[in-house]
C-alpha cells in the first residue's frame, strides 16, 4: 500500500492531485436549501417559504414559526438564510425570538440556539469597526468590543445550562483570540519573567478551550487546531503554530475556507523562511484564484523584495509594479473592505502624493481591522500624510499612535519611532529627539536611527563652532564620530544592502577637519568616488583613453564645493601641486555649473576658489601668477580685503623698505577696522620697528592695544602679539640685581597672561602655546617642558616659527644637530632670505665648533654670518656677529694642533682677524652700537695687539712644521712605493709558475689519453684473431660457424647446463639488445668477450650487480677485472642448495631454478662440457634440423646479430623447458 500523503492515497503537497471544480466552490453556507416547507399545527399541510427571497422585516416570519411551535432547526435554518445574504442582525433577531419560544425544560435546543447566536455575534464583530468613525460619537457606533461583549453574554448564559457543552469550547477560544485582538501588546519584560498581561492571559485562556475541544472531538475538530494555531502565532510562538497549520494540512489537504496554507505561510514568513512563504501563498492562490488574503499576502511578499533594491535598480520597479498592480490590485477589488489591503494601497497614493485617497484608506485599515499592527499600519500613512503637509503635531500624535498600536516603549514600530523623532527635530525639541534615538539605537542598530543621531550632535558641535562658544564639545563630537561610523560599518554588510549616504560622508569630514584631516579628506574622497559612478553616460567623454585625465574631466560635472575643500585639505597636507590641479578643475566645475543654470551662486564660489588657488601659487613660489589672481579678483570685486592683503604682504616680501610699506599704508587706511587687516598692520610693525626700552613707546604695542580697547577686546592675534612683546621686552632687560630679576620675572608673568587669555578664547591656539613655551625656557630655565610642547605645536602648526623655536631650546640643552636641523627646516619654510634664522645658524655653528674644535663647523658658521648680512646689511649687530665669528676662528687656529690644520687655514684666520678688528672699530664708532662702546674697543685692540701677533707667530711655527713634515712625507711615500713595486713583481712571478703548473698537467692528461686509445686498439685486435681461431668449416653448409663444446655427463648437470645456458643468453640478449640501439646507425666496434669463472671459495650474495658480464672495453683493467668478477660468484653454495631442494620435491625443484639468478660458468670444465655435447648429439639430431640451435653463455653469435621474432623466441623457450624435464626424468631413472 502507498504511504499516504496528506491524509490521503497518492495525495499530492497541499491537495495538489484532489479534484478542485467542486473542492473549491464556497462551501460557507451551502447547506441552506433554497425553500423550506414549515408544518402546519391546524391543518394537514405544510407552509413554504422561500429562503432566496426573504422579506426585509423578520416579524412576520418568527410569528409564524412560534403559532406553528416549529422546532429548533426551522428557526435556525431560517437565521441562517439570513446571514447568508448578510443581514446577521435579523439573523440575530430570529434566534433570539425562537430562544424565547422554546420551553424552559429544552436545555439542549436551547444550547443549541445560544451557540448559533454566539457566532453569529462573532462573525458581527469581525465586521465591525474597531473604533468609530471619524466624525462620529461613540455611543452611537456599535464596535468589535459591542458585538464581543454581546458574545460574551450569549456564551455566559449557555455556560449556565451546560458548562460541558463541546461545542462551547470552541466558541470560547474564539471569543478568547478575538478579545485579545483588540488588546494592546504586552509590554517587554525581563528575562525570565512570566508574561501576566491581559492579552497573553486571553491567548493562553483560548489555547486552553481550543486543547478542550479537540479532545471533546476525539482529535477530529480541525477547526479547534485551526484556533490553537492562530493562538500559537499571536504568543509569537511561531514554529508551534507551523506544526499546528501542518497538522490541519495533513487531515484536511483540501480545506481552503479557511485555508491553513495561509496560516503556514505567515509562520514561515515570521521564521524568516520568505520563499518558502510565497511558496504556500501561491498554492492557496492556486487552489482559490479569488482569495483576498492570498492575493494581498502575495503583494507584501513582492513589496518586501523590491525594498531590497535601490530606486534606480531596474529590478526595484518590476518587483514594485508586481506587487501592486498585479496582487494588492486584484485584493482591493476582491474587497474594498479588507484592512490590510487598504494599508498596502494607501502607501501607494501617499507616493503619489494623493493625500485624500490616503486618508480614506488609512481610516478603513484602522477603523475595521482586529490586528494590532494593520491598525499601526493606518497611523503610519496618517502621520505621513500629515507630515507631507506640514503639519508636525498632527504627525507626531499620529506616530505615537502607530508606535502604541504595535506595543510602544522597547517594542513598537521603529519607523514611527523615527518619524516621531524627525517630528520633535522639527518642533526643536532636540534634546527629546535625541533621548528617543538613544533609546531606539540600544534595542537596535538601525542606521537611519544612528545617522539622525549623528547628525543632531554634529550640528550641535557645529553651532558651538560659529557661535564662539567656550564649552567643550568634544564628548559630543565623539559621539558623533562614534555613530557614523557606526553606519559606515553597516554598508559593507552585502546582505543589508545599505545604499552609501553622502550626508553620512560629508557630516563626518567636517568633523574630523580639525584633528584628523587626513580622514576627513578620505572621506571627501569617497563622496567624490560615489558622485563620479553617478555621473550619466551622455556626461561621460568617449575618446579619452587615459584613466587619469579622464576622472579630471568627469570632476568638472562634480559640485565645485567638493572639489574646493579637497583643494584645501591637500593644501593643508603640502601637497601644492594637486592642491593646484584640484582647484583649477573646481574651476572649470563652476563654468559648467553655469551653463546647467542650475540656481547656483557661482560668481561667488569663483571668488573663493580663485583666492584659494592664488594661495597654492604662493606656497609653490609663483608669486607673480599669485599676484595676477589676486589682481583679477579685485578687478570684479574692489572691495574684496582677503585679496588686498595678500597682495599687500608680497610687497612687503618682496620689498620690505620701499612698495611694501606704501601698499601697506594704503590699506591700512582704506579698512582700518578689518581685524585682518590690523593683525596685518601689527606684523608689518614686529618686522619694521626699532627696539626701545620703553615698552609703552613701543609702536605695535601701542597697535595692539588699540585693537583691544577699540575693536575686540578678544581678539586673538592681538593678545598674542602683546605676549610676544613682553616676551622680548623681558629678554632684554637687565638681571645683575636680584630687583632686577624681579622685575624681568613680571614682565614674563605678564607675557603670559595674554597668551593665557588668547587660549581660553581658542584653546587651539598653537601661536598662544607657543609663547608660553618660550617663557618657560626664558623664565624658568624649563627645557624639558618647553620640548613637549614645541613637539607638539609641531605636529599641528606647520609654521618656521616652531621650528625655530625648537632649534632655540635644543641649543640650549647643547644637542646642536637637532638644532640645525629644526634651523634648517625653519629656513627651508620660504624663508630663505630670514636674517634672523641665518644668524642664528650661525651662532649654533659656531657653539657646535667651539664644543667640539671643529674649524670646519667655525667655517660654517662664518658662512651663515655673512649669508645673514647679506640679507639685511643695515643690521648692525649683524655685522658684529660676523666678526665675532672671525675672532673666534682665529682662536681656534691657534689652538689647534699643528696637525689638525695647515698654514692656509691660518693665514685665512689672520685675514678674517684684520676684517673683525676694522668692523669692531667701526661698530664701536656708531650711534647706536649692540654692545658698549668700550668692549668694542677693547676686542679691537686685544686683536690688534695680542692675536695678530700670535698669529704671525703660528703661521710661522705652522710653516715650518709642514716643511718637515713634506720631507718625512716624500721619504715615507718613495719608501711605500718601492715596497709595492716588489710585492707586484713576486706576485706576478706566481701568477707565471702557476700557468706553466697547470699547462704541465694539461699535457701529461692528453698523453695519458692517447695511450688509452691505443691500448684500446690492441685488445680489439687481439679479440678479432681469438675470434677467428674459434670458427670452423661446417661440414654440410661450409660455412664458417663457432665450434661446439661437449657437455658433461650427468642428467643433473645438462639441467643446470641447460638453466644456465638459457639465463645466460637471455641476460645476454638484453645486452646487447641495448648496445645496438645506443649504436644504431654507427659502424659497430669490434668485441672482446671473456670467458666467465666459477670460484668454490665465492660468498653468496643477494646483489645482481656481482654477477653482471662487464665487457673488457669498458674497463681499464683487463685481467684483474676478470678475477674481480669472477671472485664474486656464489656458484658453489647454491649447487648444494640445487641438491637439497631435488631430494625434496621434483615440481618445486624446476620451478626454483628457473626462478635462480644468472650462472656463470667455469673455464675449468670446458672439456667435460665438450664431451657431453658429443654424447647427447645423438639424441638431439632429430630436433635440430627443425629447431634452431639454443644460443649458450659465452657464445659470440648472439640476439645482438641473429634477431628473433617474439614468436619464435617463445617457441624456443618452450623447447628448452620441454628439454630440461626430459633432463630431469631421466635423472631420477
Not at 64 to 88: G, M, R, S
Not at 1123 to 1141: I, K, L, Q, T
Request: hydrophobic residues 35%; contains cysteine; proline residues 3%.
Amino acid at each position: 500500500m502507498a504511504l499516504l500523503e496528506n491524509g490521503y492515497t497518492n495525495g499530492g503537497t497541499n491537495g495538489v492531485a484532489f479534484p478542485t471544480d467542486t473542492a473549491l466552490a464556497n462551501v460557507r453556507f451551502s447547506d441552506i436549501p433554497s425553500a423550506i416547507d414549515i408544518p402546519a399545527s391546524t391543518f394537514d399541510s405544510e407552509v413554504e417559504i422561500s429562503l432566496e427571497e426573504l422579506p426585509d422585516d423578520p416579524t412576520e416570519l418568527c410569528t409564524l414559526l412560534d403559532n406553528e411551535k416549529a422546532a429548533k432547526n426551522f428557526w435556525v435554518i431560517i437565521a441562517l438564510a439570513y446571514a447568508k445574504q448578510n443581514q446577521i442582525d435579523h439573523a440575530i433577531e430570529i434566534l433570539n425570538r425562537g430562544l424565547a419560544s422554546l420551553d424552559q425544560g429544552v436545555i439542549k435546543e436551547k444550547l443549541g440556539l445560544l451557540g448559533w447566536i454566539c457566532w453569529l455575534y462573532l462573525l458581527k464583530a469581525r465586521q465591525a469597526p474597531r473604533i468609530a468613525p471619524d466624525g462620529q460619537l461613540y455611543s452611537e457606533v456599535k464596535t468589535k468590543d459591542f458585538y464581543l461583549q454581546s458574545a460574551t453574554t450569549a456564551l455566559n448564559e449557555a455556560g449556565r445550562l451546560n458548562p460541558a457543552f463541546p461545542p462551547l469550547f470552541l466558541a470560547r477560544g474564539v471569543l478568547s483570540v478575538l478579545r485579545a485582538s483588540l488588546q494592546p501588546p504586552a509590554k517587554t519584560i525581563r528575562p525570565g519573567a512570566v508574561d501576566t498581561s491581559e492579552r497573553v492571559e486571553s491567548l493562553r485562556q483560548a489555547l486552553k478551550c481550543f486543547d478542550e475541544s479537540s479532545k471533546a472531538f476525539g482529535g477530529r475538530n480541525v477547526m479547534a487546531t485551526l484556533g490553537r494555531a492562530r493562538a500559537l502565532y499571536m504568543l509569537g510562538r511561531y514554529s508551534e503554530a507551523l506544526e499546528s497549520y501542518q497538522e490541519v494540512l495533513v487531515k484536511m489537504p483540501n480545506l481552503k475556507d479557511p485555508d491553513p496554507r495561509i496560516g503556514l505561510g505567515c509562520c514561515l514568513w515570521q521564521l524568516d523562511f520568505k520563499e518558502q512563504a510565497k511558496t504556500a501563498w501561491t498554492r492557496a492562490l492556486a487552489l482559490n484564484p479569488n482569495s483576498k488574503v492570498a492575493n494581498i499576502l502575495l503583494g507584501v511578499y513582492y513589496l518586501f523584495e523590491s525594498s531590497r533594491y535601490p530606486t534606480s535598480d531596474p529590478a526595484f520597479g518590476s518587483l514594485y509594479k508586481t506587487a501592486m498592480t498585479q496582487y494588492t490590485q486584484r485584493a482591493f477589488k476582491l474587497d474594498k473592505e479588507y484592512p490590510i489591503t487598504c494599508a498596502m494601497f494607501g502607501g501607494f497614493f501617499l507616493l503619489r502624493k494623493t493625500f485624500s485617497t490616503v486618508e480614506a484608506l488609512a481610516r478603513k485599515a484602522i477603523e475595521l481591522t482586529d490586528v494590532n499592527a494593520i491598525a499601526s499600519d493606518g497611523w503610519y500613512l496618517l502621520a505621513r500624510k500629515e507630515h507631507f503637509e506640514g503639519e508636525p503635531p498632527r504627525a507626531s500624535e499620529y506616530y505615537n499612535k502607530s508606535d502604541q498600536a504595535r506595543g510602544g516603549a522597547d517594542k513598537g514600530y521603529l519607523p514611527a519611532k523615527f518619524g516621531a523623532v524627525q517630528m520633535q527635530v522639527k518642533m526643536q525639541d532636540l534634546d527629546g529627539a535625541k533621548f528617543r534615538l538613544d533609546k531606539v539605537i540600544q534595542q537596535t542598530k538601525n542606521p537611519e536611527s544612528m545617522t539622525l543621531l549623528g547628525a543632531l550632535y554634529a550640528e550641535e558641535v557645529f553651532a558651538a563652532q560659529s557661535s564662539g562658544s567656550k564649552e567643550d564639545k568634544s564628548a559630543e563630537t565623539k559621539k558623533a564620530i562614534s555613530l557614523l561610523e557606526s553606519v559606515l560599518a553597516t554598508w559593507k554588510d552585502e546582505k543589508k544592502r545599505i545604499l552609501p549616504d553622502e550626508s553620512v560622508l560629508l557630516y563626518l569630514a567636517r568633523l574630523y577637519e580639525g584633528a584628523q584631516p587626513d580622514k576627513s579628506m578620505q572621506c571627501l574622497q569617497q563622496v567624490e568616488k560615489m558622485q563620479l559612478s553617478q555621473v550619466p553616460d551622455e556626461d561621460r567623454p568617449e575618446d579619452v583613453e587615459d584613466e587619469e585625465a579622464m576622472t579630471n574631466l568627469l570632476r568638472e560635472t562634480l559640485a565645485p564645493q567638493l572639489l574646493n575643500n579637497m583643494g584645501c585639505f591637500l593644501y593643508q597636507a603640502e601637497k601644492i601641486e594637486q592642491a593646484r590641479s584640484m582647484l583649477q578643475t573646481a574651476l572649470n566645475a563652476c563654468v559648467k555649473s553655469r551653463e546647467k543654470e542650475d540656481g547656483t551662486d557661482t560668481d561667488a564660489l569663483v571668488t573663493t576658489i580663485s583666492y584659494n588657488l592664488a594661495r597654492t601659487y604662493e606656497a609653490a613660489g609663483l608669486q607673480d601668477e599669485a599676484k595676477k589672481v589676486y589682481e583679477g579678483l579685485l578687478e570684479r570685486h574692489s572691495d574684496y580685503t582677503e585679496a588686498n592683503a595678500r597682495l599687500t604682504y608680497l610687497a612687503l616680501r618682496d620689498s620690505p623698505t620701499a612698495e611694501g610699506p606704501k601698499k601697506m599704508a594704503k590699506l591700512y587706511e582704506a579698512d582700518s577696522t578689518n581685524l585682518e587687516v590690523r593683525s596685518l598692520f601689527g606684523w608689518y610693525l614686529s618686522k619694521s620697528k626699532r627696539r626701545v626700552a620703553n615698552i609703552a613707546e613701543d609702536h605695535e604695542q601701542r597697535h595692539y592695544k588699540h585693537t583691544l580697547l577699540g575693536h575686540d577686546k578678544h581678539d586673538r592675534y592681538a593678545l598674542t602679539g602683546m605676549g610676544n612683546i613682553y616676551l622680548l621686552s623681558a629678554r632684554d632687560m637687565r638681571r645683575d640685581t636680584d630687583s632686577d630679576k624681579e622685575r624681568r620675572r613680571k614682565i614674563y608673568e605678564k607675557a603670559v597672561e595674554f597668551f593665557d587669555k588668547a587660549l581660553q578664547l581658542d584653546p587651539k591656539n598653537a601661536y598662544a602655546a607657543q609663547g608660553v613655551a618660550i617663557a618657560l625656557v626664558d623664565d624658568k630655565k624649563d627645557f624639558a617642558n618647553a620640548v613637549q610642547i614645541f613637539s607638539k605645536i609641531r605636529d599641528t602648526l606647520r609654521d618656521a616659527s616652531v621650528y625655530l623655536n625648537l632649534g632655540h631650546v635644543y641649543a640650549e640643552l647643547r644637542q646642536f644637530t637637532k638644532s640645525i636641523e629644526n634651523y634648517e627646516t625653519a629656513l627651508s619654510k620660504d624663508r630663505q632670505r630670514d636674517a634672523q634664522i641665518l644668524a642664528c645658524l650661525g651662532r649654533v655653528w659656531l657653539l657646535k665648533g667651539k664644543q667640539e674644535t671643529n674649524l670646519v663647523a667655525m667655517k660654517t658658521a662664518l658662512d651663515y654670518a655673512e649669508r645673514a648680512l647679506s640679507v639685511a646689511p643695515e643690521q648692525i649687530h649683524l655685522e658684529f656677529n660676523m666678526a665675532f665669528v672671525q675672532n673666534q676662528i682665529a682662536l681656534l687656529v691657534m689652538a689647534l694642533p699643528e696637525t689638525q690644520r695647515t698654514a692656509q687655514d691660518v693665514q685665512d684666520a689672520a685675514d678674517g682677524l684684520d676684517k673683525a678688528i676694522e668692523t669692531f672699530s667701526k661698530i664701536a664708532k656708531a650711534k647706536n652700537p649692540p654692545y658698549p662702546r668700550g668692549a668694542l674697543e677693547q676686542r679691537a685692540n686685544m686683536g690688534k695687539n695680542t692675536i695678530s701677533r700670535q698669529l704671525e707667530r703660528t703661521l710661522q711655527s705652522q710653516k715650518e712644521y709642514e716643511e718637515k713634515n713634506a720631507t718625512k712625507l716624500q721619504h715615507a711615500r718613495e719608501v711605500r712605493e718601492a715596497e709595492m713595486k716588489r710585492r707586484e713583481a713576486e706576485r706576478r712571478k706566481k701568477e707565471e709558475a702557476e700557468m706553466e703548473r697547470k699547462r704541465q698537467i694539461a699535457e701529461d692528461r692528453l698523453r695519458m689519453v692517447e695511450e688509452a686509445q691505443q691500448l684500446a686498439e690492441q685488445r680489439v685486435a687481439e679479440e678479432r684473431a681469438r675470434e677467428e681461431a674459434e670458427l670452423m668449416t661446417d661440414t654440410e653448409t661450409g660455412d664458417k660457424v663457432k665450434r661446439k663444446k661437449k657437455t658433461a655427463a650427468g642428467g643433473k648437470r645438462k639441467k643446470k647446463d641447460a638453466d644456465d645456458s638459457r639465463k645466460s643468453r637471455d641476460r645476454s640478449s638484453e645486452a646487447d639488445s641495448d648496445v645496438g640501439d645506443s649504436d644504431a646507425g654507427e659502424e659497430p666496434a669490434p668485441r672482446k668477450r671473456r670467458r666467465l669463472e666459477r670460484r668454490s671459495t665465492a660468498k653468496s650474495n643477494k646483489y645482481k650487480s656481482s654477477e653482471i658480464v662487464v665487457e673488457s672495453e669498458s674497463e681499464e683493467g683487463g685481467e684483474e677485472g676478470e678475477v674481480a668478477g669472477a671472485a664474486g660468484s656464489p656458484a658453489e653454495e647454491r649447487d648444494e642448495e640445487m641438491r637439497d631442494v631435488e631430494e625434496e620435491d621434483e615440481d618445486t625443484l624446476v620451478q626454483r631454478r628457473r626462478k635462480k639468478i644468472h650462472r656463470v660458468i667455469d673455464e675449468d670444465e670446458e672439456e667435460e662440457e665438450e664431451e657431453e655435447e658429443e654424447e647427447g648429439g645423438a639424441a638431439e639430431a632429430g630436433g635440430a634440423a627443425s629447431t634452431p640451435a639454443a644460443p649458450e653463455a659465452g657464445d659470440e653469435d648472439d640476439d645482438l646479430f641473429n634477431e628473433k621474432s617474439s614468436d619464435e623466441q617463445e617457441k624456443l623457450n618452450s623447447n628448452e623447458d620441454a628439454e630440461m624435464k626430459d633432463k630431469d626424468n631421466e635423472d631420477e631413472e
